[in-house]
């Protein structure tokens, strides 16, 4: 399950100690679109291994802040709270699976 995150529960989720992949879009964003249904299998196959989040940036400009996000899609991933890794654009599943599994 994708969970939704805002600036609200931002802090819930940072705590973690899962390994978070954070999917940053936009609902006009059509690269972003077509990443949710990739986003949504991979919350399926890793569930209870990371979390798997989805952020609207025009709701949460806080968090797109602190990411320094540029463009969306952006996925970034979590650690122990921290960023330590970021991707930018629609990219495929396999990308993503390897850097949330290098975080296992």
């Not at 994708?2 to 006009?28: M, Y």
């Not at 986003?39 to 291994?49: L, S, T």
């Not at 952006?74 to 850097?99: I, R, S």
């Amino acid at each position: 399950m994708v969970v939704e995150v805002n600036e609200q529960n931002f802090a819930e989720i940072k705590s973690s100690n899962l390994p978070v992949l954070l999917d940053i879009g936009a609902t006009w964003c059509g690269p972003c679109k077509a990443l949710a249904p990739i986003v949504e299998e991979i919350a399926n196959e890793y569930e209870g291994k990371a979390l798997v989040c989805k952020v609207d940036a025009d709701e949460s400009p806080a968090i797109t802040s602190e990411f320094r996000v540029r463009g969306v899609p952006t996925v970034v991933f979590l650690k122990n709270g921290a960023a330590v890794d970021k991707t930018v654009g629609l990219v495929a599943k396999e990308t993503l699976t390897e850097k949330l599994n290098a975080l296992l």
